[in-house]
DNA sequence: CCATCACTTGGCAATATAGCCAAGTTTCGG
DNA sequence: CCGAAACTTGGCTATATTGCCAAGTGATGG
């Protein structure tokens, strides 16, 4: 359960989960996601840090930019579910 | 991002993801999964409230004890995909 | 080489979580 | 009513997370 945990943990902040979506549509390097987070490069740097050793993105470094994609495919599927529990509770609470 | 997120940091935590899985065989009461979890009441009893208030979970008094069940399903379905995780990640790290 | 771009890592302060004990609430049994 | 069982909530400390800035690393262009 631990090591379960430790995944779901990897999800549940808004731009690590805004991350994760965006890979769905392909690789994307630090500076982009970035520039869509609007955030520190450094706070996204470990963001990207952090899903990487839950085992949900890998990256690769080409020349001076690293690029990050999904590892597991499957997490997009957790996405409708989500969206179902965000609906139940009227998004409110 | 931040509504869907919530859901997900709800499961980011063994003894919750362990309560999960364990309503996903039928609704329980609170002493039940505190005598399995093997924590305090209290901090059951705060678990389940941060379950019920991401939508995850529904509570029901009946007389003295409160049962506990899974209001959404669906979340059955991450375990797999979790599993195929921790596996790619050799469990280690 | 050297400056620069693209990152990563260290350090730190602010905030959030976790879990225990104690106290309060609800429901019964008698 | 009274006490006990089953929970929930408050309070508090220990620990973990976040996110910024600053400093360090790696690859490139000139």
């Known amino acids: 359960m631990e090591a379960r945990a430790k995944v779901m943990k ?3 902040h808004p731009s690590r989960l805004f991350i994760v979506d965006e890979l769905s549509f392909g690789e994307r390097c630090v500076c982009e996601l970035t520039e869509m987070i609007g955030a520190d490069i450094s706070t996204v740097s470990k963001h990207l840090t952090l899903l990487k050793k839950a085992g949900i993105v890998l990256d690769d ?8 994609r999904l590892r597991v495919p499957c997490i997009l599927n957790f996405f ?6 965000v609906k139940e ?4 609470e």
Do not use: D, N
Not at 61 to 68: A, I, L, S
């Open 80 to 85: 409708g579910c989500i969206e179902a529990v």
């Open 61 to 68: 470094r080409r020349g001076q930019q690293v690029f990050y």
């Open 10 to 12: 990897a999800l549940g």
């Open 89 to 92: 509770t009227g998004g409110g």
